[in-house]
């Protein structure tokens, strides 16, 4: 549940950055910014998972 936890989080945020612009709590910019601010930390505990399983993609091959 640990991984799922991330996911989720960051689903929810961005349903509720999208539904506080349709409401006019936000402008489209703040909207943004929260979408791609979420979407950076599931990617980024994507690349973590990746680190964990033994697969670092971002090795430098020599």
């Known amino acids: 549940m640990a991984g ?3 996911y989720i989080i960051s689903a ?3 349903v509720s950055a999208v539904g506080a612009y ?3 709590d936000i402008d ?3 909207m943004l910014q929260t979408i791609f601010t979420l979407g950076g930390i599931y ?4 690349s973590n998972e990746k680190e964990e399983h033994g697969q670092d ?3 430098i091959s020599e």
């Open 12 to 14: 929810v945020g961005i």
């Open 28 to 30: 489209v910019f703040g």
């Open 57 to 59: 993609s971002r090795k």
């Open 22 to 24: 349709l409401v006019g």
């Open 43 to 46: 990617f980024l505990r994507k």
């Open 4 to 6: 799922r936890r991330t």
